[in-house]
């Protein structure tokens, strides 16, 4: 699958994007960015608190419960402001 990193979390981890393949028991959304964290210093930094962290799968904003079995691109980038 395709990865996305957007705004300070793509500016911590240094890439835009890549392609992944994480092992069998990353399922959800929430094991995705616990696995990812656990990939190095500049995702660690990127992901210290990952409950803020947005993810959307194929253009879709998603919680951190959804099953990411399937997904072609999955988009992560810090929480949102503005009006």
């Not at 409950?51 to 419960?65: L, P, W």
């Not at 997904?71 to 980038?77: D, P, S, T, V, Y």
């Amino acid at each position: 699958m395709k990865l996305a990193y957007f705004a300070w979390v793509r500016e911590r981890i240094g890439i835009a994007e890549e392609e992944v393949s994480p092992p069998a028991e990353v399922t959800t959304v929430a094991d995705l960015l616990l696995w990812l964290k656990g990939r190095g210093e500049t995702f660690d930094a990127a992901l210290q608190a990952p409950e803020i962290i947005r993810v959307a799968i194929d253009h879709e904003h998603v919680d951190h419960a959804e099953p990411i079995a399937g997904a072609r691109e999955i988009a992560i980038f810090p929480p949102m402001t503005g009006g």
